[in-house]
């Protein structure tokens, strides 16, 4: 969705928390300064997600969430760099799984 910057749709998948925390044109800034690597995106791979007993966002809310959802990733990029990652989820008040951002850091 970022490389086809769905700004709108990708902040309504935040976690209410992190939603509370960043405003929607916060998210957006951001997505769009780092959103240009994306493009150079040649593959990814998504591993099998695994429920956590606890998981703080450190980086983001700083709340610790109960059964939370671990989910790996790799991106290949053009010229066979890799990132790799884990995107981390937790249930709202709703029963829907949300996943978790926080800005780049300067």
Excluded: C
Excluded at 21 to 44: L, M, P, S
Excluded at 58 to 79: C, R
């Amino acid at each position: 969705m970022s490389s086809f910057q769905q700004w709108d749709q990708l902040y309504s998948y935040l976690h209410p928390d992190v939603q509370a925390k960043y405003t929607k044109e916060q998210f957006i800034e951001d997505r769009k300064k780092a959103g240009g690597i994306f493009a150079n995106v040649k593959d990814y791979k998504v591993d099998k997600a695994s429920i956590v007993e606890s998981w703080t966002d450190k980086d983001g809310t700083g709340k610790t969430y109960q059964n939370a959802a671990e989910v790996p990733f790799i991106l290949t990029f053009n010229g066979d760099k890799t990132l790799r990652g884990t995107i981390h989820l937790a249930k709202t008040n709703d029963g829907t799984w949300r996943y978790f951002w926080s800005p780049i850091k300067n």
